[in-house]
């Protein structure tokens, strides 16, 4: 058993003192930047841009400058930011020949006279005016402190820090085992990576595929942390080797360049792979370069050197990354590529491995974090028994699991029947799904060949009726007419498939009930915008049906009757038949506590139905109410609907939030949350939200603006008192990784150097935390299927003892980060007047959210099951445009 756990993260070391180095800097001035917005503005019709498109000019800048080493953020909107940082000062001759080449991608591509006479000013003005270079020393550890006592590293230190360690450790190759590893720097929005390179192969049946090691490094900030970290996540990069590349219709791909410095007198090291990305161009039919890539734009500068086109290197992904004529490209593998010989993830020894390379190169201005210490008390929940051989023991448990599944099935129901239609393309499938359906609630056996089943049991009635999807199930075809945009299009097909589905499955009951649809797997629609799912989806629910889909067998590797098993605890689900087990705390929050669980949904224009819209689900679980225990807030009605119904209502249009600006979207969203807590706060209640997925509209989530047991909501004006927003609340911030690895990896060290590192699972905090420590981790165990691969498993390094290795797939359950931002802690109950009540240890109040992530019916939860289920009611937030006006 592990006792600690390290996280891959590290803080400045107070012993070394401010970390100085100094640079050249250039802002980009009015004199630049006010002609060339002008230029690009010509592109937009509407929606002006507020700034320069200048990530592409950075790019290049970074890929092609010699000395160049980070650039600033905000450069393209004022003269008054940093534009970037070199480490000597380049010949401005250098900068304009480069800043030439980025102008000439700004006007749009149909140029007329003016916009020619335009673009022409636009490059002599580059040709007259010439910058002045700044020099100034930054100390790359210089931060202040929050009221809250979060640290506040300087701004420019979120890009500029990753870029100088990254660039750092470049120089530094790793062994790994007796092989050595060399890392290339790559430039991210959030942070840096650092990619192997060249590529690892790896042969499996006669097939060569290519991967690389890949660490991210990011700056982050934690709650009432005194000093900021620097977080470094590990992984593989695979990429891209069967020829041609094939790429559904519509994606892209990410490729990396390995291109040389197009100087005849740079020095020939290269310590970066530009980023750049294919895009299918309707236009044209074919894979075509993002305008702002590299691969577009170098060979303007670069006249002795050949860089690949889309189609040739699509067609010989292999030859183009092992290097023509100096010049090398590597295609991002990604899952819709189809399979690859090399699985994902790293185990335990590996990760500390390429962790101890890390510390060592950090030294001597960052530490590692302080271990993490297991809190004391249960884990757990109160679940069942693990399963037994003892067919005694056995058949107990499963007795145990059937009346709570019976149970939480009729109290997401009432009175009503359980009413389950299947809808199938496969007979096989439509036989496990009623089999799974049987299984699950132990209903007795039934006659082949019925296309109807009804049982009782007790108090619970189910009712099976099994259909073929028929045409249902075809593409959809959305075609556009004339003044119609492609969301209306889309809308209008799923809108008429939506009501044939409707009128199939027939009229439904008062209480929401199921559907399980099988459909075509997702490639099977190469057509743009033709899988029906959204609008099967759409159908179920104007007949009253949560639904819940599953592929045909042969577009599956799993067995049919695992997924139908899965079905159908996916679709118990939908209908709220599942509540938390009963907690272990050591000590009771309150008898009658219930959870209030916040996920702000937002729809892009590029999502499912090409429309965007924003929504906030708020889901409130009371464990012991024997009628709809599972609830969510229907803010049309003002109240508290059964969660199926929730899910209903979302899609009917409950989400549909035509708010145009960013502001008004935060105020609605802020005004909604202070409402539902006060619909609330007539019992002891924990609320959880995930900081990442709110922040934007809550802007007082942000680590900066945080304060022990006080909530601020638009970050300006003093936080209040919890307890304004309920005498029993308490409030826990939950954050995960998310795209910007807000939480760092982990990994639990042996005792010692002998013991092989593993995982473990538990709630944790620093050594020696006081009392009123409000930070902790929350790590769950591998799912079974991840259990079989050996923690001192290496992949980027195969050993004898196991050939095989890179084709492992390692699974590395993510810590939680769990801050208990508000409880009823002394200070709460002292400024409350409250001296009868004993206060919270924030230990036991995070322990409560950190047992919410287990269940009978699951292997541990990425989050508490209040928000797990907060944040799948996304997938019914759809909206449509609307028909017969015009939406861009």
């Known amino acids: 058993m592990y006792h600690l756990i390290n996280m891959t993260a590290y803080e400045p070391d107070p012993d070394a003192g401010p970390w100085h180095e100094d640079y050249r800097i250039l802002t980009f001035p009015d004199e630049w930047r006010i002609p060339f917005m002008d230029l690009y503005r010509r592109r937009w019709r509407r929606d002006q841009p507020v700034s320069l498109p200048v990530s592409s000019l950075n790019d290049l800048l970074r890929s092609t400058a010699p000395g160049l080493v980070a ?20 010949p401005i001759e250098l900068v304009t020949t480069l800043l030439a080449s980025w102008v000439m991608t700004l006007p749009p591509d149909d140029e007329d006279t003016e916009q020619r006479s335009a673009l022409d000013q636009a490059l002599t003005l ?69 990619v192997s390179w060249p590529p690892q192969t790896y042969v499996r049946k006669r097939q060569i595929w290519r991967y690389s090691a890949v660490m991210t490094i990011t700056v982050q900030t934690v709650p009432f942390a005194a000093r900021f970290r620097v977080h470094v996540s590990y992984g593989i990069r695979r990429w891209a080797t069967q020829a041609p590349v094939l790429l559904p219709d519509g994606r892209g791909a990410s490729v990396l360049l390995d291109a040389p410095l197009p100087w005849l007198d740079a020095a020939n090291t290269r310590d970066r792979l530009a980023l750049n990305s294919l895009a299918f161009d309707r236009s044209l039919g074919v894979l075509a370069w993002n305008r702002r890539s590299l691969a577009e734009l170098l060979p303007g500068l670069d006249l002795v050197h050949s860089y690949p ?111 389950i239609d299947v809808l199938w393309q496969n007979e096989q499938t439509r036989d496990e799904l009623v089999e799974a359906i049987r299984e699950w609630l132990e209903l007795p056996p039934i006659a082949a060949g019925a296309d ?26 959305a ?9 209306q299009a889309l809308a209008h097909a799923i809108r008429a498939r939506s009501a044939e589905t409707a009128a199939y499955l027939g009229p439904g009951t008062s209480t929401a009930q199921l559907a399980i649809v099988e459909t075509l797997g997702p490639d099977r629609f190469t057509a743009r915008d033709s899988d029906p799912k959204s609008a099967l989806r759409h159908g179920c629910a104007a007949a009253g049906r949560v639904s819940q889909f599953i592929v045909v067998p042969e577009d599956s590797e799993e067995p049919v009757e695992r997924r139908a098993l899965s079905a159908v605890a996916d679709g118990m689900r939908q209908l709220g038949a599942v509540v938390p087990p009963q907690q272990r705390l050591g000590e009771e929050l309150a008898p ?23 929504y906030l689900v708020a889901l409130r679980i009371r464990p012991d109410d024997e009628h709809h225990p599972v609830r969510g807030w229907d803010d049309a009605r003002k109240e508290w609907v059964p969660y199926a119904q929730l899910l ?75 307890a304004l927003y309920g005498p029993d609340l308490r409030v826990v911030l ?85 801050t208990v931002l508000g409880c009823l802690s002394r200070a709460v109950l002292e400024a409350s007047g409250r001296s009868d009540v004993r206060p919270d240890q924030p230990a036991i109040v995070a322990a409560s959210a950190h047992q919410l992530r287990f269940h009978d019916e699951y292997h541990p939860l990425g989050r508490p099951l209040p928000l797990h289920l907060a944040r799948q009611a996304e997938e019914y937030v759809l909206p449509l445009a609307r028909e017969g006006s015009y939406e861009g």
């Open 309 to 419: 086109k889309p189609a040739e290197l699509t067609a010989e992904p292999v030859t183009w990354m092992e290097g023509q004529g100096g010049v090398a490209a590597g295609i991002v593998y990604s899952t819709a590529m189809g399979t690859h010989g090399v699985g994902a993830g790293l185990m335990p020894l590996e990760r500390s491995l390429l962790d101890r390379w890390i510390e060592d190169g950090l030294r001597p201005y960052f530490r590692r974090v302080a271990p993490l210490e297991r809190v004391r008390g249960k884990s757990k929940p109160v679940l069942l028994p693990a399963r037994s051989k003892d067919p005694i023991k056995e058949e107990l448990r499963s007795r145990r699991l059937v009346q709570a599944r019976r149970a939480a099935v009729r109290a997401a129901l009432g009175e009503q029947p359980l009413l």
């Open 648 to 722: 209903l209502t979302l899609i009917a249009g409950g989400a549909a939030e035509d708010i145009r600006t960013a502001a008004d979207r935060r105020d609605a969203v802020q005004r909604r949350i202070r409402s539902l807590l006060y619909q609330v706060r007539d019992r002891p209640t924990l609320l959880l939200v995930n900081s990442g997925n709110l922040r934007d509209a809550w802007p007082g989530l942000s680590n900066g603006q945080l304060v022990r047991d006080k909530i601020s909501f638009d970050g300006d004006r003093e936080p209040s008192w919890i």
């Open 592 to 614: 009658d506590l219930q959870y209030l669980a916040l996920w702000y949904v937002r729809r892009q224009a590029g999502g499912p139905t090409r429309q965007a819209g924003q």
């Open 126 to 194: 580059i040709e007259d005016y010439e910058p002045d270079w700044l020099s100034e020393t930054v100390n790359l550890t210089a931060a202040d402190t929050s009221p809250g006592g979060s640290a506040r590293p300087e701004q420019r230190l979120y890009h500029l820090l990753p870029e100088r360690i990254g660039a750092r450790l470049t120089t530094r190759p790793m062994t790994l085992n007796g092989s050595s590893l060399s890392f290339r720097l790559v430039s991210r929005d959030q942070g840096v990576e650092l």
């Open 734 to 818: 939950l954050r995960d990784a998310n795209s910007r690895e807000e939480t760092s990896q982990w990994f639990a060290p042996g005792a010692s150097e002998d013991l092989t590192p593993g995982l473990a699972q538990g709630l944790w905090c620093t050594r020696n935390a006081d009392e009123d420590n409000r930070v902790f981790a929350s790590t769950v165990d591998r799912p079974p299927a991840g259990r079989k691969v050996a923690r001192d498993l290496l992949k980027l390094v195969p050993t004898e003892s196991w050939p095989h290795a890179p084709a492992a797939t390692a699974s590395n359950p993510q810590a939680l980060e769990l």
């Open 71 to 90: 650039t600033g953020r905000g450069a393209g909107a004022s003269a008054e930011v940093p534009w970037f940082y070199s480490i000597d000062e380049m």
């Open 452 to 477: 109807e089943h009804e049982w009782q049991v007790g108090n619970l009635g189910v009712i099976v009726r099994t259909r073929p999807l028929e045409n249902l199930g075809a593409p959809l075809k």
């Open 479 to 487: 075609d556009r007419r004339t003044g119609q945009s492609r969301a």
